[in-house]
């Protein structure tokens, strides 16, 4: 089971990552395939700078740095879960604070492509938080 949790926390947390990449250089967000034209936003957009016509170039290092930071705490707690790096005790805290940031993140951003992301850290946290 701890394999399992820890495949997940680690790729849950590059994906996360990956993402923040992406925003730290914005660019054109990534049309919707035609089967998805009924969203109102396209995939690497925020529904949050678009509704409120905020300047893009003034979130997007902030909006990265969430990103990178929820990313980073998920992989941090897949390597404590195995003691590599940081002690095994604090993984259940790094990865609550991991998959709260990415929750955030994930509806600030709010696609219907995020749906595993948005389940994956609802169900971490509600799992945790819970146990």
């Given at each position: ?15 996360t ?23 109102p ?45 940081l ?45």
């Amino acid at each position: 089971m701890n394999t399992i949790l820890f495949a997940t926390l680690i790729v849950h947390g590059l994906i996360t990552t990956a993402i923040a990449l992406g925003s730290f250089r914005p660019g054109e967000p990534i049309p919707n395939p035609s089967w998805l034209g009924w969203w109102p936003t396209n995939l690497g957009e925020s529904w949050l700078v678009s509704d409120l016509r905020l300047p893009d170039t003034l979130f997007s290092p902030l909006f990265a740095l969430g990103w990178l930071a929820g990313g980073l705490l998920l992989i941090a707690s897949g390597l404590a879960l195995f003691d590599i790096l940081l002690p095994q005790e604090l993984w259940r805290q790094l990865a609550i604070l991991g998959s709260a940031i990415s929750l955030v993140m994930l509806v600030l951003y709010l696609h219907p492509l995020y749906v595993l992301g948005i389940t994956l850290s609802a169900g971490i946290l509600i799992a945790l938080l819970t146990a």
